[in-house]
């Protein structure tokens, strides 16, 4: 029984339910009788775990299988008609190729089980900025979770109405078999398969999937902007909220930024953070000529190791209630802890992979067995952050003043610079870098080019993306002014040099006061740094030696990072727009004069 009054959905419904067989169609409503029902259901089949509720109402558990426990970079496709469309940066397949491969893996892979619809809206239901998508999928967790992730049920499929269009979501876990996992998105089509994983950035396909790959796709055709970015307003002692986007790289800290708690220092000023959104930031340009922001999503979906009540208080109690805990570590008492969380490590638990946990265990290699995950996660819904902007529900969202991206670099880039014009800050944005370090990802100094924190989301070509970024600064009568951050900068023996966490608000105030023709700032070949009395540094012990070198720009290293630009530049060949290249150029004179 179909339950919308749009035949093109009814249709694709039907088609998808012949391909995949469930024994079973429900439709998803968003009330809360339906919620419970599921999570019961869920619970009776072991999929998900109930918490404590008495010290964690309305949460929940769910391991994923062993091998599918992130993003699967290989196996994310955007699949265009064109090899070209796609770009050098992302991985491709001719369209049918792609839907005869996954088609394979779907068929009859929902036998005995049931196919779940879910109409739901990225945005505000209704407003302008909002798309609409429906999610099928034979996972109660992907239910339970974009019932947190985004405005899902009933609601959306009276906006869809009898014609309404939407992005056309297939999910199925299939058998979780690496070797028959795919995240494939048809732009041409609006359209996206994922099949054969369970993990969250896989498979809530509202999220990376809709609103950056797709979304993204989308915005380049309809003169707007899919970002992976936060949204964070400023409240200054006058009551004057200033809102900022920030990129940073998968891991460098957006959901602790966006949820900034002011540092005693600058708390007697009277300073408020209002939290937006944590990942995804769609923009548009508004009448007034100024670029304006909602974030698409209604939760958060953030790293649990190393979130605590120092780290981020307000992730912290974000997660209090009606939230879904991934791949941590399960207490005897029925609550949940992660490496670099809240309270005593315990002394035995069930680890992310269900085995009998104590602290200290090695595994056979004599490496320290991990409680949780490094990529476990929360789930909870943003309505929950007690520093949660009353503008997240406005359906035109908020204006933004400064784009800021940042990287994580040991050396090279300073605490802060303001770009020169939009045609600059694109090209900072276009060279984004994150180092790796030892401690993490291997090779120490390694260096991921990531421009604009969307390597891993761009859904087209990455050289028309960087086209389209230039068209809309003309576009603008009062374009946002573009920043750069570092928070990561370390002495000789490898030890931050900047506080970071709630002290980044000292940069921020300086970045605002540059979006009114404010703060003290010099000019340099790489942009405008502040001066060594720029920040109000009050209540922080930093000596003027360390702000030196956190302010300092080394020609000499600048000289040896255009050589790693320029090589990444090749690979766009002749799509990378002619004002990149002569921002490149602008700069390498700029450094050796
Ligand atoms: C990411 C995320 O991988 O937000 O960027 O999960
Ligand atoms: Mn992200």
Redesign the pocket.
């Known amino acids: 029984m179909t339950q919308s009054k749009n035949k093109k959905l009814n249709a694709w419904v039907k088609k998808c339910a012949e391909l995949c067989k469930p024994d079973k169609i429900v439709w998803i409503d968003g009330s809360e009788k339906q919620k419970h029902q599921l999570e019961k259901e869920a619970c009776k089949a072991g999929e998900i775990i109930e918490l404590n509720q008495k010290q964690m109402p309305g949460c929940f558990y769910h391991r994923t299988a062993l091998n599918d426990v992130a993003r699967t970079e290989k196996l994310t496709l955007i699949c265009t008609s064109k090899k070209r469309d796609a770009g050098p940066t992302n991985h491709w397949m001719l369209p049918k190729d792609a839907y005869a491969k996954a088609r394979a893996i779907f068929k009859g892979s929902m036998k005995g089980h049931t196919m779940y619809v879910i109409p739901f809206s990225m945005g505000p239901v209704g407003s302008p900025f909002s798309k609409i998508g429906v999610e099928l999928t034979d996972s109660i967790y992907v239910v339970l979770n974009m019932l947190i992730m985004t405005r899902a049920g009933q609601e959306v499929l009276d906006v869809l109405g009898k014609d309404g269009e939407f992005t056309k979501c297939l999910h199925g876990k299939a058998d979780l078999d690496i070797d028959k996992r795919w995240i494939m998105h048809f732009p041409e089509d609006n359209t996206i398969w994922s099949v054969g994983s369970g993990y969250g950035g896989n498979v809530l396909l509202g999220k990376?999937c809709l609103s950056l790959r797709i979304g993204s796709y989308l915005a380049a055709k309809e003169n707007w902007m899919a970002e992976?970015m936060l949204i964070m307003g400023i409240e200054d002692p006058y009551g004057n909220i200033e809102y900022i986007a920030a990129a940073f790289p998968?891991a460098c800290g957006?959901t602790n930024l966006a949820m900034l708690v002011p540092p005693d220092g600058l708390k007697a000023k009277g300073y408020r953070i209002w939290t937006v959104g944590d990942?995804?930031a769609w923009m548009k340009m508004d009448v007034d000529g100024r670029l304006w922001a909602v974030n698409p999503e209604n939760g958060f979906f953030g790293v649990a190791p190393g979130t605590n009540s120092k780290t981020n208080p307000n992730a912290v109690a974000s997660v209090k209630k009606n939230s879904i805990f991934t791949n941590v570590l399960l207490k005897k008492d029925g609550t949940v802890w992660w490496e670099g969380g809240d309270g005593d490590i315990p002394e035995e638990g069930t680890d992310w992979k269900g085995n009998a946990w104590r602290p200290g265990m090695l595994d056979e290699e004599g490496k320290m067995v991990h409680g949780a995950h490094p990529n476990a996660r929360f789930t909870a819904p943003l309505k929950q952050c007690p520093t949660v902007s009353n503008r997240v529900n406005q359906p035109h969202g908020v204006p933004i003043s400064a784009i800021i991206f940042g990287g994580r670099r040991a050396r090279l880039a300073p605490l802060v610079f303001e770009s020169l014009n939009w045609q600059h800050g694109v090209y900072v944005g276009a060279t984004m870098a994150s180092e790796r370090t030892a401690a993490q990802y291997g090779k120490q100094g390694e260096i991921r080019r990531d421009p604009m924190?969307m390597l891993p989301?761009c859904g087209y070509n990455m050289g028309d993306y960087f086209k389209h970024w230039l068209k809309m600064g003309k576009k603008m009568k009062q374009a946002p002014k573009i920043f750069h951050v570092n928070w990561f900068k370390q002495d000789k023996d490898g030890n931050f040099i900047w506080p970071g966490f709630g002290d980044n608000l000292r940069v921020l105030e300086w970045v605002i006061a540059r979006c009114k023709g404010k703060g003290k700032a010099k000019k340099t070949p790489i942009g405008y740094v502040p001066t060594a009395d720029a920040l109000d540094l009050t209540g922080l012990d930093i000596d003027p030696k360390t702000m030196q070198q956190l302010l300092h720009v080394d020609k000499k290293e600048w000289k040896k990072e255009l050589e790693n630009i320029g090589e990444f530049f090749k690979k766009f060949g002749k799509d990378l727009p002619k004002e990149i290249k002569e921002e490149y150029n602008a700069l390498q004179r700029r450094i050796e004069q």
């Open positions: 990376k992976h998968s957006k990942d995804i924190a989301f």
